[in-house]
């Protein structure tokens, strides 16, 4: 043991020694071959390796280039303006990095001058503050700071004192408590600025930094800036890119790696000579040179082969004694051995990987519960904290997001760590529905964020920001599918990285017992390696956790070898098919192949061949679809109706304009084959996109649900009635497409919304006014006039609610979705007809008798009336049992004579009580509950438009009856006490009644 220990001492001194001379060699100069030729290869003591480079034609392009400032001896990143201390090249271990110095961030301008701490943006380029040599450090008392970034997740620390005279340590440890905090950076970090949250009070500077030497704090105050560390890579989406990489791929000379930036298009790309070649992989012929190669090492002797249910394993697990490693490794397999249970922490295992040569870290796969804002949420025993202290395992940051469903909420990670992770979740308002498909942007009431790297503890803290009810939860996913099927589940799919503690002889000596040959390596997975690069080290190369104590090992077969590298004799060579067509001959760590070349021929021949049948087959598939095509248009031309339609509207009588056939090819491409984002509306009728026409024309689309073959005829009768109607108030029927399965109507389009939205949807920006809401209800009626009596046809609308009336640019009413509605010959009182309707509009007599008149029209005219009056929906769970409905509500209110009391306030403060007593009369003589008693549209139209225009509404005429009922209801309501409540009900739009029949 003392001899191994010495060993590794002397290993550590020597190289030191030899890091001391490469910088000794780097100062001097001593870099041949890393700049391009006839190019400066140092700036001061630092060497500029190409694609870097000084002067024109010397570096790969203007990120990459270097001004050798104050007499050529300080070297300035151009394009950021950030000094460089040093530049290194990519290797098989170690990602590309360079040196920079970097502004501290002061909390104001007082405390360290102008000019310091401006936010460094490193977008559009192939750099990012690497995540594994910088640390994020806050210093100050009772200061929460975090990284600036656009997205929802957030990075930052928290930094507290005992009191408010605590001075803070030269040695401090930077545990959050000390007046000192630090965190590491989320991944692919390309911008840095601070937001500073006072905390406490605590007065005096704070300041927050990137370091990758950190070194004390009382010196960080005497220094402007501090170095920091970016990765660096090229970038293969561009053809200058790619034709450097391309060039930079030798062989066997040199390899290159490749990351995605942010899960984005961008790709990063790092190209590096072999361990057996030295030199600069970016330029032509610059891997030369030799070194020695790493030593390998043996597995444990011991190995059990064993199954739970349908998983499998493999050691260091596993279920009887003896075989698993320590009890923190030990399966037990429950539910008559089919529900294995990693028993330390009592979590069900899915699924157990090992290591691999690409650095994927060893996986084992759990079942973790979700965690709920309360118990009443989601029942007791849900939402305990999980803990891994102790253990070689960390909840994965790269395969688990951390998720949070609900409105108006900040969820945070309950850790020991003074690192802060969580999001915030918000809701654009009360009665905001949290979507099935929501993308967790943290503004649609779900949100999501990064892991720390390393986390050993999980737990949550809730808290409210917005008084939104509801249950809030929160959970790790390995793979996030959505938001509601969550909400069936205890317990969600979390993926854990395991490894090996080599800080006790045990763990050493089984893992690198007399093995002597190198078919595996042991790999570090320091910060680098969880994101997809690993280095691989010697017999004791190791990595500890979080900057613990804890050592962690991982160790995989190397290429040409396949198995578990963590049992003696367990990495088997092995041939690579796809690699050798002819015969394979096993060799040490490798293989080669044998008279390939018959072979070569044979497999070629059979793949062309596969290839010449499957073009065949594609060919005769596209054959089909032609001639099946073809047979489908001379189909529609055979039974196209449009010719029906085109004699209907020729014979018809009164004005009727041409061209009211679309093209339904037309149609598809105005709305981008009806995509979802073009929706404008649903209903029970169907569907209304936003299409632009060929000549730039903004229309509406209406796709209606499916109807009867038999019932196309009447659709036809139904569009030449709504051809002859031309009114100002009503939507215009610009065509129709009968190309289709479904016909298509084609409205003008109508900007601004409904009715509905403007009255019960709060817009703090737009108020209606008396005067508009009087026009837009005399507008309404007219329009309905219009259809009872003016047309050559009566028509009746049967669907009408303020969802349904529509505001142009100078929001003036139109009457919109003639659906449901029914051309009355002028000798019929009504039709009968399937009860259809909306709830809170639906004439009683109507629901009774089955017989709609245009009196039931005039009923639902009354409902949108009393919407105009009391800004109230027409249906609200709030009000009482008997009230619930906005018509009955109004009527015993009228008898009650507590009309102002339900008046919209916005309303009663324009001192307009006797016009608002008028129209609530006329409101209540509409929807008298016999349909005979109620007044026509006709007298409904003229009523309203007498208001408008006379400077006296009380002198317009009317019989005596309403006039004594006016004075009466006005005299009433003035003594009543106004005691008005906004109604918010929880219904986000009516809904339909009964299942319409259209057409």
Known sequence: MHLRKLKIMSTSVFQILLLLVSLKLQASGAAPGLAKPNCPETCGNVTIPFPFGIGAGCFFEEWYQIVCKQNNTVPILKKIGLRVLNISLPDADVDGMINVSLPVIYSNAGCGGDGRGAGVSLKGSQFVFSRTRNVFTLVGCNTLATVNTTKSAFVGCRSRCAATNTSISRNSACSGRDGCCQRMLRPNLQGFSVDFIEEGGHQGCKYAFLRSDFTGLYDLILNETVPVVLEWGIANNTDDGRKLIQQSRTGYLSYCRTHSIDNSEMLFTQCYCTREYGGNAYLMEGCKGAAPEPSGGPPPSHYCAEIC????????????????????????????????????????????????????????????????????????????????????????????????????????????????????????????TISKDSACSGRDGCCQSLLPLNLQDFGVNFKEEGGHGGCKYAFLRSDFTGVYDLRLSDTIPVV?????????????????????????????????????????????????????????????????????????????????????????????????????????????????????????????????????????????????????????????????????????????????????????????????????????????????????????????????????????????????????????????????????????????????????????????AGALFYLHSAASIPIYHRDIKSTNILLDEKYRAKVADFGTSKSISLDQTHATTLVQGTIGYLDPEYFQTGQFTDKSDVYSFGVVLVELLTGQKPISLLREQEGRSLATYFIISMEENRLFDIVDAQVLKEDKKEEIALVANLAKRCLNSNGRSRPTMKEVAMELEGMRKLPNPLGIQQNQENREATESCVAACKSSKSNIDADVTTFSDVQQFLPSETW
């Open 496 to 780: 854990l990285e395991w490894g090996i503690a080599n800080d006790t002889n045990y763990a050493i000596e089984r893992i690198w017992q007399d093995y002597d040959d190198d078919s595996f390596h042991c790999i570090s997975v320091e910060n680098s390696a969880r994101r997809g690069s690993g280095t691989i080290y010697d017999r004791y190369g190791s990595y500890n956790i979080d900057s613990g104590e804890m050592l962690f090992m991982e160790c995989h077969c190397t290429e040409g070898y396949h198995g578990n590298a963590y049992v003696d004799g367990g990495c088997k060579a092995e041939c690579d098919p796809r690699r050798c067509p002819g015969t394979c001959v096993k060799e040490r760590g490798s293989f080669r192949c044998v008279g390939s070349g018959k072979t070569k021929f044979i497999l070629i021949g059979s793949g062309a061949g596969l290839l010449g049948a499957l073009l065949l087959c594609l060919a005769l598939w596209g054959l089909y679809k032609y001639i099946k095509k073809r047979k489908e248009i001379k189909l529609k031309e055979k039974y196209f109706i449009g010719l029906l339609l085109e004699s209907e509207l020729s014979s018809a009588k009164g004005h009727v304009e041409k061209n009211k056939l679309f093209n339904s090819k037309d149609l598809e491409k105005a709305t981008d084959n009806f995509n979802k984002d073009r929706i404008l509306g649903q209903g029970g009728q169907g569907t209304v996109y936003k299409g632009m026409l060929t000549n730039g024309k903004i229309v509406a689309i209406k796709k209606p649900k499916a109807i009867d073959e038999g019932k196309v005829k009447q659709f036809i009768n139904e569009v030449v009635i709504l051809s002859q109607i031309n009114h100002r108030n009503i939507v215009k029927l610009l065509g129709c497409c009968l190309e289709t399965k479904v016909p298509l109507l084609v409205y003008e389009f109508i900007p601004n919304g409904t009715l509905y939205q403007y009255l019960h949807n709060s817009n703090e920006e737009f108020h209606v006014s008396w005067d508009t809401r009087l026009r837009i209800a005399a507008e309404i």
């Open 309 to 432: 249910g349908n998983v499998t394993i493999p050691f260091p697990f596993g279920i009887r004694a003896g075989c698993f490693l320590d009890d923190w490794y030990q399966i037990v397999c429950q539910q008559n051995n089919t529900v294995p249970i990693l028993k330390k922490i009592g979590l069900r295992v899915l699924n157990i990987s090992l290591p691999d040569e690409n650095v994927n870290s060893g996986m084992i796969n759990v079942s973790l519960p979700v965690i709920y804002s309360d118990a009443s949420c989601g029942g007791d025993g849900r939402g305990a904290m999980v803990s891994l202290k102790g253990s070689q395992f960390v909840f994965s940051q790269k395969w688990n997001i951390f998720t949070v469903v609900g409105c108006n909420t900040l969820v945070t990670g309950n850790s020991t760590e003074s690192a802060v992770f969580g999001c915030r979740s918000k809701c654009a308002g009360n009665n905001f």
